[in-house]
C-alpha cells in the first residue's frame, strides 16, 4: 500500500491550495480517507475525512470547517483536500491516510496506512 500527497507550497494568507493524494491501494473505494497535518513542535492532529465508496459523509476539524473540502475520486484513487482562506496557522505538513473504518474523526493511532506528507506554508 502506497498513499502519495502533493500540492503542498507556499501561499500568501487567504490564498488556497488544492492537495492530491494518490493511492495504490486494493479496493480503494473500501476505504475511509483522512487529512492530518503537523506543525512544527506540535503533534499531528485529525483535519478531515471522507466516508468510503461514494464519499456521501464528511467531517472536519473545527479550525477547517468552511474552508477545507475533501472529496475523492475512486476511477483515479484519489483524495483530494482543497483549502481556502488559508491562514498562517495552517502551516504545517500534511499527511493523508486510510482506513477500513469510517469515523467522524480519528487519532493518528487509528489509521490503517499512511503517506508521506506534503508542506504547506502560509505566509501572512
Known amino acids: 500500500v502506497q498513499l502519495q500527497a502533493s500540492g503542498g507550497g507556499a501561499v500568501q494568507a487567504g490564498g488556497s491550495l488544492r492537495l492530491s493524494c494518490a493511492a495504490s491501494?486494493?479496493?480503494?473505494?473500501?476505504?475511509?480517507m483522512a487529512w492530518f497535518r503537523q506543525a512544527p513542535g506540535k503533534e499531528r492532529e485529525f483535519v478531515c475525512t471522507?466516508?468510503?465508496?461514494?464519499?456521501?459523509?464528511?467531517n472536519y476539524a473545527g479550525s477547517v470547517k468552511g474552508r477545507f473540502t475533501i472529496s475523492r475520486d475512486n476511477a483515479k484513487n484519489t483524495v483530494y483536500l482543497q483549502m481556502n482562506s488559508l491562514k498562517p496557522e495552517d502551516t504545517a505538513v500534511y499527511y493523508c491516510?486510510?482506513?477500513?473504518?469510517?469515523?467522524?474523526?480519528?487519532?493518528?493511532?487509528?489509521?490503517?496506512?499512511w503517506g508521506k506528507g506534503t508542506q504547506v506554508t502560509v505566509s501572512s
Open positions: 491501494i486494493d479496493s480503494f473505494s473500501t476505504y475511509a
Open positions: 491516510a486510510a482506513d477500513k473504518y469510517y469515523r467522524d474523526t480519528y487519532a493518528s493511532d487509528d489509521m490503517d496506512h
Open positions: 471522507i466516508s468510503w465508496l461514494d464519499g456521501t459523509s464528511t
